[in-house]
C-alpha cells in the first residue's frame, strides 16, 4: 500500500511539473516564393525569398531549437534551411501538429513554417489569440513567438528582415 502512495504521489508530481513547463513555439510564414511559373505547383523560394530566410536566421541566431515542422513544400522547408535543426518534421493538419507538439515536446523551442492561410489558424490551436485579423499573400515578414503552458498561448508578433510593404 506505501509503495503504491509513493507511485501515485511521484506520478502527481510529475504531471505537475510537466503541465507548468512552457513550451516555446515560433510560427513564421515560408519567404518569398518564386512566381515565374505560374504552372508550378510546388516553387522554390525566390532570390529575394532566400534572403528573407537567411534575415530569419540572423533574427533567431540565439534560439537553439530542438524540433522544426515545415509542410511538404519546398518553400517551408526551404524557409528553414538556414537555421540549424536536428530534424524538420512534415505536418498536413493543424490539430495533429499541435498535439504532437503539445505531447511530444512540452519545454522545448519548436519552429514551425506555414502559409498565409494557416499561420494564424495554428496560433489559435495552440489556444493564441489571433494577433492580426488574416495575413495576406503578401505577408512575409511576421513572425510569432508563442508561450504555451498547457491550453493556453501568450503570443508576440515581431517582423524581420526587409519589410514587405516597400
Do not use: C
Not at 500500500?1 to 512552457?22: G, R
Amino acid at each position: 500500500m506505501k509503495k503504491l502512495f509513493v507511485l501515485l504521489a511521484l506520478t502527481l508530481l510529475f504531471i505537475n511539473i510537466v503541465s507548468a513547463q512552457t513550451t516555446t513555439v515560433w510560427v513564421v510564414r515560408h519567404a518569398e516564393k518564386d512566381k515565374s511559373n505560374p504552372q508550378d505547383n510546388n516553387p522554390s523560394l525566390s532570390e529575394e525569398g532566400r534572403i528573407r530566410a537567411g534575415d530569419l536566421s540572423a533574427y533567431l541566431k540565439k534560439v537553439k531549437f530542438d524540433v522544426a515542422f515545415a509542410t511538404p513544400t519546398k518553400r517551408t522547408h526551404q524557409t528553414l534551411d538556414s537555421l540549424v535543426i536536428p530534424k524538420v518534421v512534415n505536418y498536413k493538419d493543424i490539430k495533429s501538429l499541435v498535439d504532437s507538439i503539445k505531447t511530444n515536446y512540452v519545454g522545448k523551442n519548436v519552429i514551425i513554417a506555414g502559409h498565409s492561410n494557416t499561420v494564424l489558424e495554428i496560433i489559435e490551436a495552440f489556444g493564441g489569440k489571433r494577433p492580426k485579423e488574416e495575413l495576406t499573400d503578401d505577408d512575409y515578414d511576421y513572425i510569432f513567438e508563442l508561450s504555451v503552458k498547457g491550453d493556453k498561448a501568450r503570443v508576440k508578433m515581431d517582423q524581420y528582415g526587409r519589410p514587405h510593404h516597400l
